[in-house]
């Protein structure tokens, strides 16, 4: 192929014709030799005379132009001409090796990565030549193949939400031999990109296509001093840009929603930008997952487990004998402690044990009952935390003496130990450092801790491995054991300050927070979790959509929060007994880092300019033009009927090529609306010219399609409008008519459709949309409209909604039918006068057909409506009981256009036991 700027050519030796175009012109305009002139009297008489077929003694210019314009067409085209050739080429013959990196960080750019991967296949193709593909993230060996064969797969091929494997399994899926590679990269670097690019290198040339787009991704929401803490990044600095962070969850009625939203941005040259969501701890609960609005892809969404909501804590004193002395109450400074982070329960252990809350505090609480003993075993083996301190009854009672106790740690000597008082021997002791493995390590210890009085462990073979802090001689102060998926935590000391000044320290509260009492959201050690088996609930693809777990397999407790994503571990949800953790494609540590290739590397960007061949559109240019110089040589000629002029007839064969294919479009647009429509169910709305009204109508129509499609069988098409003047209503089962007092009234041709629609098995829903303030009838100027715009319509008898009426159990079981509004009537065909109830029937049997009209006036399409995101567009009603009220609503829908499609075979006898079961009767 030769390439001149935008345009190549398959056969270029073709365009030297094109130099003989001149000669052409030249051999057109040739003149013929100039008559010899012979003076002859006679001409005379034919002077004044008017020629009307006259031959012109030379070929106009415009038709030579014409001829030469189509010759050069023609020429052009069969040259094989090319729009947007491939300028890099796919060179030479040998094979070509396509990878992909294939993660997430793709997946905005999916699609358009996919079109360009099929450009360079085709291109491949055409050259003969074998293709392999590889996606780094599911390294499977890429054998040669040809490229057609590739182009199938393509479809099929989705973003990982995981980062490619290590480069030994990468290098043992590249094929043998030598071969060229198109590297199409997400843009991220990751470990083994280098060693494996060495490799590709070896084997042949490598040539990287890479996305010009940013990378945005968020991290782990984090709840910090009462507030949710995000943070999103970019791995690109550039200038300053904002993003919006939504947090997506259920409303109080149970359907998705956005719960709240929140703004942060990205300084000039940074790459993190920081925002924070004050969400009331009732909201916060329902919160599943926070994602980059408009961003697409797994790392842009972080899901939400326990760590985001506020713990509840039990606190549980064993003395309450020192009224007034608030300093020295055992709960005091754990209640300071406690309270910015957590929701904290006061009671008895059988007030508290039935809310499971996370954490239960026994402060110097020395003797259980046996139930109450078990039951705290039961919650502790299903994860609860038992946080015990000691204190006078504990020391003074014989609680594991001679056998450890299920609900301590350790083994305790009789009585205590008390140092650094006027009666006791040496001095206070203070604390030695957190050693490694301990969940306090890392924390620095002050020098003004001291401790005065403890309780001592009775020292045992497993004791050393028990303790996480000890005093400065080596005493255990923290002792720890794990029991079923909870533990037993006990202070060798109070919870006040009697026996030491560790609660007046800042020391306190952080050891309270790595024991997992306040809420935090730091992952749990693998330590933690060790024993512990999580099922996934929910699992998350590459593009950031959930979906169930299904039968997946649980996964081990230390491989959750330790091993890489992989086919095996997705991100997603895992739960063990009542506790979730989530596993998202980022942690709170991760920065992205973007890819840099060597200079000797050619990078790309990712273009998706498709090879467009020109030589048909210029030979049908060609046979264009001669067809119109055929036409303009008949004008001049004075051959053409009705001996139109050149002039008149160019203009004519041009309106003709314009107007063609504008009829043709328009013809084709009407005839693809009304396929769609007798293909698909579509609901409709009457259009009333009221643009509000309107606009609500087509909303609330959405609003009860997207109900249908989650909650039934029928999956309806996008609601559409009714010009009853100009529209075919035979492909719709139901039209929804709102009334206003202005809109016009339909003409006698509309009329006499709507009464063929009404026969022929339609139903109108007419809504009066004036409930809250009149009954059906003329209380209102709506009323009035109705019974105007009705009256030339063929509607039989009338009567109120019957309790046994089909409407009421077509697909839900209902006694109401409000909509925005309660307290208006609805109106349906009467039941004939002789059906009858069978004794022992719960209904009568009206196996007659459907209602033609149903007339209300709750303003049914108002409850319906949703925006184009899936919100509610209006109110209804007041909280709960509102959302209530819009249910009801929906579930009137459903029952309604479920009556349109079925008919009234719910009153057959079949159905009776089942209704009876669901009535309870």
């Not at 050069?72 to 491939?86: E, F, H, Q, R, S």
Request: overall charge negative; hydrophobic content about 45%; cysteine-free.
């Amino acid at each position: 192929m030769t390439v001149f700027g935008p345009l190549g050519f398959l056969s270029p030796w073709l365009l030297v014709a094109l130099v003989a175009l001149p000669i052409l012109w030249l051999i057109l305009r040739a003149i013929p030799p100039a008559p010899i002139r012979q003076r002859f009297p006679g001409v005379a008489l034919l002077l004044g005379l008017q020629d009307d077929e006259s031959v012109s003694d030379r070929t106009p210019w415009w038709l030579l132009l014409l001829r030469m314009l189509a010759v050069a067409a023609m020429i052009i085209g069969l040259a094989g001409p090319v729009l947007n050739p491939d300028k890099d080429g796919v060179a030479g013959d040998g094979p070509l090796l396509i990878v992909m990196d294939g993660t997430w960080a793709g997946a905005a750019g999916w699609s358009r990565q996919l079109e360009a991967i099929e450009i360079e296949l085709r291109r491949a193709s055409a050259s003969g030549r074998e293709v392999a593909l590889l996606q780094l993230v599911t390294p499977e060996p890429a054998v040669f193949q040809a490229a057609s064969t590739i182009i199938t797969f393509l479809p099929g091929l989705e973003p990982a939400p995981w980062q490619p494997g290590e480069v030994d399994t990468l290098v043992n899926a590249l094929p043998s031999g030598n071969f060229e590679t198109i590297w199409f990269s997400d843009a991220l670097d990751y470990p083994d990109r280098a060693p494996l690019l060495e490799t590709l290198e070896t084997r042949g040339s490598v040539r990287v296509v890479q996305a010009v787009s940013d990378v945005i991704a968020l991290t782990p929401a984090a709840y910090v001093d009462g507030l949710v803490e995000l943070t999103a990044v970019r791995a690109f600095p550039g200038v300053e840009r904002g993003v919006t962070i939504l947090a997506q969850g259920r409303d109080p009625a149970g359907n998705a929603a956005t719960l709240a939203s929140a703004n942060a941005v990205f300084e000039t040259g940074g790459t993190t930008a920081q925002t924070a969501l004050n969400l009331p701890a009732e909201l916060r609960a329902r919160v599943t997952r926070f994602e980059v609005q408009g961003a697409k892809s797994a790392g842009s969404v972080t899901l939400v487990d326990d760590s985001l909501r506020r713990r509840e804590i039990a606190l549980i004193a064993g003395r309450e004998d020192r009224e007034g002395l608030e300093l020295l109450s055992p709960l005091h400074y754990l209640e300071r402690a406690l309270a910015p982070t957590a929701d904290l329960l006061n009671g008895s252990l059988s007030d508290v044990l039935p809310a499971n809350p996370d954490v239960i505090v026994l402060a110097d609480v020395a003797t259980l009952s046996d139930g109450e003993s078990a039951a705290i075993s039961d919650w502790i083996a299903s994860g609860g935390l038992l946080l015990r301190f000691a204190g006078p009854r504990v020391a003074a009672s014989d609680i594991s003496r001679e056998t450890e106790d299920p609900l301590m740690p350790v083994r305790l000597r009789s009585g205590g130990r008390s140092v650094g008082g006027a009666m006791s021997w040496g001095s206070p002791k203070t604390l030695a450092p957190f050693k490694e493995g301990s969940p306090f390590f890392g924390l620095s210890v002050p020098d003004d801790v001291a401790i005065t009085s403890q309780v001592m462990a009775q020292p045992d073979p497993t004791l050393a491995e028990r303790v996480i802090a000890e005093l400065s001689d080596g005493t255990p102060l923290v002792t720890r054991k794990r029991a079923g998926q909870g533990q037993v935590v006990l202070f060798h000391v109070t919870a006040n300050a009697e026996w030491s000044s560790l609660p007046l320290s800042g020391l306190f509260v952080e050891m309270l927070e790595r024991l997992a009492v306040s809420a935090t959201s730091a992952t749990p050690d693998a330590g933690d979790l060790e024993g512990t088996i999580w099922t996934p609930q929910i699992v998350m693809d590459g593009f950031g959509a959930l979906r169930d777990a299904g039968a997946r397999p649980g996964v081990a407790g230390p491989t959750l929060v330790t091993a890489p994503s992989s086919p095996d571990l997705l991100p997603g949800v895992y739960t063990s007994g009542d506790r979730s953790l989530a596993r998202n494609v980022l942690t709170a540590d991760t920065t992205l880092e973007p890819a840099a290739w060597p200079a000797r590397i050619e990078v790309s960007g990712l273009s998706v300019e498709q090879e467009q061949p020109l030589g048909g559109l210029l030979l049908a240019a060609a046979i264009g033009l001669l067809l119109l110089d055929v036409i303009a040589s008949l004008a001049l000629s004075g051959r053409l009927i009705g001996g139109l002029r050149a002039s008149r007839t160019a203009a004519l064969a041009a309106l003709l090529f314009a107007a063609l294919p504008s009829g043709q479009t328009q013809a084709q647009q009407s005839i693809e609306d009304e396929l769609s429509s007798a293909s698909e169910l579509v609901l409709a709305y009457v259009i009333t010219g009221n643009p509000q009204v309107d606009e609500v109508s087509e909303a609330g129509l959405r609003g009860l399609s997207d109900t249908l499609f989650f909650r039934t069988s029928v999956e309806p098409s996008s609601p559409t409008g009714v010009n009853l003047e100009a529209d075919e209503l035979a492909f719709f089962p139901i039209l929804y008519w709102p009334i206003t007092p202005d809109q016009p009234r339909p003409s006698r041709e509309a009329y006499a459709k709507l009464n063929d629609y009404l026969r022929s098995g339609g139903l109108i829903l007419f809504d009066t949309r004036d409930g809250d303030i009149a009954g059906f009838g003329t209380a209102s100027p709506n009323g009035r409209k109705l019974q105007d715009l009705a009256a030339p319509l063929d509607i039989p008898a009338l009567e109120l909604i019957p309790n046994d009426h089909v409407l009421t159990r077509t697909f839900y079981l209902l006694q109401d039918f409000p909509g925005r509004h309660l307290n208006s009537e609805v109106w349906v065909e009467a039941a004939p006068p002789d059906a009858e109830q069978i004794e022992g029937m719960p209904f009568r049997n009206l196996n007659d057909g459907v209602t033609p009209v149903v007339i209300g006036g709750n303003d049914w399409a108002a409850a319906w409506a949703v925006t184009p995101s899936g919100q509610a567009m209006l109110p209804v009603g007041r909280g709960f009981g509102g959302e209530r009220q819009r249910e009801l609503a929906y579930r009137f829908g459903v029952n309604l256009v479920m009556h349109v499609l079925t008919g009234n075979y719910k009153s057959d006898q079949v159905h009776v036991p089942a209704l009876l079961d669901r009535l309870g009767q």
